[in-house]
């Protein structure tokens, strides 16, 4: 059996085929070519915020004495003894320095209290002056021996040579409370809200309770140093008097 070869024009009809199916599926150098995407970008960064710390220096605080500082109302800080300080949270941006618990019979004033940081801020100052400050609450008092001050600010002053029993507002307006009174000389406000007032020439102890009606307390009237309950007690021209905790008139 003989095999013969195809004809020349039946070889050139297959390898054209075969070149255009080659081309179709990507092959060769004659397809079309894919793009290259290049590097992938990072990711960006979040910037984050500057902080800086809060601090400065302390001046003129007794020994035995204490101040506590707000930052910001905030980040109270201590203080028991002059020198540097710092507050432990920092700040971004705005602070202000405040004066959070005073210290007792001081009087102390805040330099550089406020800003806003761009830098650690070391030039805050605090300033205590230590001692009281005497101004005048009320006048044309007459001879007050004795003075008690109740929850809401009122002081309450008994005047000797009046013979009553004052009230001094916060804002300085005197009220007379009780009048007719003997001599009187200690005040106390009890836990009951109600005013006690030593009267020594009446030898007794009187109680200026609501809508400011008066009664006795304790005390017959007589002069003497007798134990008892109410009008059964005596005492001797009674001055000083003052409450402990557990609400007991002494």
Not at 17 to 40: I, Q, R
């Amino acid at each position: 059996m003989r095999l013969s070869l195809p004809s020349q024009n039946l070889r050139s009809t297959l390898v054209l085929s075969l070149a255009l199916s080659f081309a179709a599926c990507g092959g060769g150098g004659g397809g079309a070519s894919v793009p290259n995407p290049g590097p992938v970008p990072a990711p960006p960064v979040a910037e984050t915020e500057s902080t800086f710390l809060v601090g400065g220096t302390l001046a003129g605080l007794r020994a035995g004495a204490s101040v506590t500082l707000l930052n910001n109302g905030a980040d109270a800080l201590a203080l028991d003894a002059d020198g540097g300080f710092t507050f432990s949270a920092p700040v971004a941006g705005a602070y202000a320095v405040t004066i959070g618990a005073p210290p007792a019979w001081h009087d102390c004033t805040v330099g550089n209290a406020s800003g806003t940081a761009t830098a650690d801020v070391t030039n805050v100052s605090v300033t205590c002056t230590y001692g009281a400050t005497v101004s005048t609450v009320a006048s044309s008092l007459g001879l007050p021996a004795g003075a008690a001050v109740d929850a809401a600010g009122n002081i309450y002053v008994a005047e000797w040579s009046a013979n009553r029993l004052s009230m001094v507002t916060p804002a300085g307006v005197v009220t007379p409370v009780a009048s007719g009174l003997s001599s009187p000389m200690g005040v106390a406000v009890g836990p009951d809200g109600a005013v006690y007032v030593s009267d020594s020439a009446s030898n007794r102890i009187l109680r200026v309770g609501a809508g400011n009606v008066v009664t006795v307390f304790a005390g017959s009237g007589a002069i003497g140093g007798a134990d008892g309950t109410g009008a059964a007690a005596s005492f001797n021209r009674p001055y000083g008097i003052a409450f402990d905790r557990t609400g007991h008139l002494y």
